[in-house]
């Protein structure tokens, strides 16, 4: 009996020792690589990283900021990113040519209109947007009705303020807070009215890092969740962090258009039709995919 409990003993403690050497997994930093647009959907994101609200979840989480939407898809597709802040849109067509990405999140964007002098006697209106995006949709969508439209295409958001300011666009969808840089500018900035239940911006990660970082992804939900919490009590400092991490002129922070963020969300399979209807009469693409698809909604608890 004593020679088993010293050999019980003895085991015990080389268990131990091999604990100490190898640390808990749950002690593991985990890591996410995701791309943002220069918009007021990102402010959670650069909160909690900025406020060390993924630092306090064992998360570390590099934020790329892309002013054309085509770099970052290109950057998503290729893998450099594990997710990004992109639009329903691009998502469609991303999934329908076989990219596997699915929406964890909607986000909350403000899309105003600028232009040069004001369009409300106008028919005819020459608008900057980009292709398959949510530009063109909400273009069509608040303006299709009222206007007759000359479309072009311009994927940079730097390029269409440029060519708004010399008169060469009527009308263009500038996300806030870039739309309020260009009323200082000199630029008519409005919001026009929009029924939609969800705007078309969204959080989307690749089908490999749902596989493959399903823990890191559920935190960083987490922390964005926090961040819209602290947000929505004080919007201040979310305009200031816009601004600054933007590279901003400190005199738009209170020009800035901010939406009420949401809590983790998921757009309803209604609103992904109604965008799927949209591709197929504009862009002429018939697309058939089912919600499952689309949409992972398991890290919204």
Same mark, same amino acid.
């Given at each position: 009996?004593k020679?088993?409990?010293?050999?019980?003993?003895?085991?015990?403690?080389?268990?131990?020792?091999?604990?100490?050497?190898?640390?808990?997994?749950?002690?593991?930093?985990?890591?996410?690589?995701?791309?943002?647009?220069?918009?007021?959907?990102?402010?959670?994101?650069?909160?909690?990283?900025?406020?060390g609200?993924?630092?306090?979840?064992?998360?570390?989480?590099?934020?790329?900021?892309?002013?054309?939407?085509?770099?970052?898809?290109?950057?998503?597709?290729?893998?450099?990113?594990?997710?990004?802040?992109?639009?329903?849109?691009?998502?469609?067509?991303?999934?329908?040519?076989?990219?596997?990405?699915?929406?964890?999140?909607s986000?909350?964007?403000?899309f105003?209109?600028?232009?040069?002098?004001?369009?409300?006697?106008?028919?005819e209106?020459?608008?900057?947007?980009?292709?398959?995006?949510?530009?063109?949709?909400?273009?069509?969508?608040?303006?299709?009705?009222?206007?007759?439209?000359?479309?072009?295409?311009?994927? /940079? #958001?730097?390029?269409?303020?440029?060519? @708004?300011?010399?008169?060469?666009? &009527?009308?263009? =969808?500038? +996300? *806030?807070?870039?739309?309020?840089?260009?009323?200082?500018?000199?630029?008519?900035?409005?919001?026009?009215?929009?029924?939609?239940?969800?705007s078309?911006?969204?959080?989307?990660?690749?089908?490999?890092?749902?596989?493959?970082?399903?823990?890191?992804?559920?935190?960083?939900?987490?922390?964005?969740?926090?961040?819209?919490?602290?947000?929505?009590?004080?919007?201040?400092?979310?305009? /200031? #962090?816009?601004?600054s991490?933007?590279? @901003?002129?400190?005199?738009?922070? &209170?020009?800035? =258009?901010? +939406? *009420?963020?949401?809590?983790?969300?998921?757009?309803d399979?209604?609103?992904?039709?109604?965008?799927?209807?949209?591709?197929?009469?504009?862009?002429?693409k018939?697309?058939?995919?089912?919600?499952?698809?689309?949409?992972?909604?398991?890290?919204?608890?």
């Amino acid at each position: 009996m004593k020679k088993c409990l010293i050999a019980l003993l003895l085991l015990l403690l080389i268990a131990a020792a091999g604990c100490q050497d190898n640390p808990s997994k749950t002690a593991e930093t985990l890591s996410l690589r995701v791309g943002v647009m220069p918009a007021v959907d990102s402010a959670p994101i650069f909160y909690a990283d900025l406020k060390g609200l993924f630092a306090e979840l064992d998360l570390v989480v590099t934020v790329e900021v892309y002013t054309n939407a085509m770099d970052r898809q290109s950057a998503l597709i290729s893998g450099g990113l594990d997710g990004a802040m992109t639009d329903v849109i691009a998502l469609v067509n991303n999934v329908d040519n076989g990219f596997d990405i699915r929406i964890t999140t909607s986000t909350d964007g403000v899309f105003p209109f600028l232009m040069k002098e004001d369009i409300t006697a106008e028919t005819e209106l020459k608008t900057g947007v980009m292709e398959v995006s949510v530009t063109n949709y909400l273009t069509d969508r608040i303006l299709g009705e009222r206007y007759q439209l000359e479309k072009i295409y311009i994927n /940079e #958001i730097p390029a269409r303020l440029e060519m @708004l300011s010399q008169g060469k666009l &009527d009308v263009a =969808i500038i +996300p *806030e807070p870039m739309a309020s840089q260009g009323e200082l500018n000199g630029l008519v900035k409005q919001l026009l009215p929009n029924d939609d239940a969800f705007s078309p911006e969204v959080m989307v990660f690749t089908g490999q890092a749902i596989q493959t970082k399903r823990l890191a992804i559920e935190r960083f939900h987490q922390a964005y969740n926090q961040a819209v919490t602290a947000i929505n009590s004080d919007d201040q400092i979310a305009r /200031e #962090i816009l601004v600054s991490t933007l590279k @901003l002129d400190n005199r738009v922070t &209170d020009k800035i =258009i901010l +939406p *009420e963020y949401h809590q983790a969300r998921v757009p309803d399979a209604a609103y992904l039709e109604q965008i799927m209807n949209w591709n197929e009469q504009v862009l002429g693409k018939k697309t058939n995919l089912s919600y499952d698809l689309l949409v992972d909604s398991s890290f919204l608890d």
